[in-house]
């Protein structure tokens, strides 16, 4: 059976890369192959342009900056594939979704956002850890990097908001680790439970 493909998605300082470490290790505890991915990826080509992008070392075009982003996601595509086929469940700390918020938060079309990322493989289970702009802040406050601001993390949570369908799980990342962890293994651990021929299709 192929390994589920699972997206955390949520606001800067939401906790995402921890639980996404977290799950890994859970899921492997319990037996499962189980993988970290994160986006962007900072060690290719495009990634290191997105990396001197986000650390204000250089400026880019809103619209080009965008595009590198989806083509940090598009050339990871066959890795993905071939991971899931071989039965290894990933665990992915952003995905298409971030690309859509944040881009569309700094100004830019909503609709023609979404479309560079059209045919990017589907996730299996998406988890939203929600946290208000307020409890984002209280962590500590924001880093260095060029989204990390009060006025755009709030407009990138309301985008986060449109894009959320029925098929997304909110977790109230509000709560203690442990109570956002447990939340979180739930629902992986209802969709691991689903059968081979209820997996939508990779292809
Ligand atoms: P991270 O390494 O997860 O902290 O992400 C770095 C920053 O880049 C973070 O502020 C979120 C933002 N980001 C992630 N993916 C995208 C994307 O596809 N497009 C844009 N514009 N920003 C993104
Ligand atoms: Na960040
Ligand atoms: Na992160």
């Known amino acids: 059976m192929r390994g589920l493909f699972i997206v955390l998605e949520g606001c800067d300082r939401s906790g995402k890369s921890t639980q996404c470490h977290q ?24 990634g290191k342009m997105i990396d001197s992008y986000l650390r204000q070392a250089t400026e880019l075009d809103d619209h080009a900056v965008h595009l590198l982003f989806s083509a940090n996601r598009w050339e990871a595509m066959n890795s993905i ?18 690309g859509v918020a944040f ?19 589907s996730p299996d289970v998406v988890v939203f850890l929600d946290l208000s702009i307020d409890e984002a802040e209280k962590r500590g406050g924001y880093g260095e990097e060029r989204y990390e601001r009060r006025e755009l993390q ?44 209820q997996r939508k299709s990779l292809l």
């Open 81 to 98: 594939k071939d991971t899931l086929e071989s039965g290894i469940t990933l665990v992915v700390d952003r995905y298409a979704f971030s």
């Open 103 to 121: 881009s569309s938060a700094k100004g830019l079309d909503l609709n023609w956002c979404k479309q560079p990322d059209v045919g990017l493989l």
């Open 154 to 197: 709030t407009k990138v949570r309301n985008q986060f908001m449109k894009l959320k369908d029925d098929t997304w799980k909110v977790v109230n990342a509000a709560q203690s680790a442990e109570q956002v962890e447990k939340g979180i293994w739930s629902i992986v651990e209802a969709a691991l439970s689903t059968s081979t021929n």
């Open 23 to 46: 799950l890994v290790k859970q899921l492997q505890a319990k037996g499962y192959s189980a993988q970290y991915r994160n986006f962007p990826n900072r060690t290719t080509q495009t």
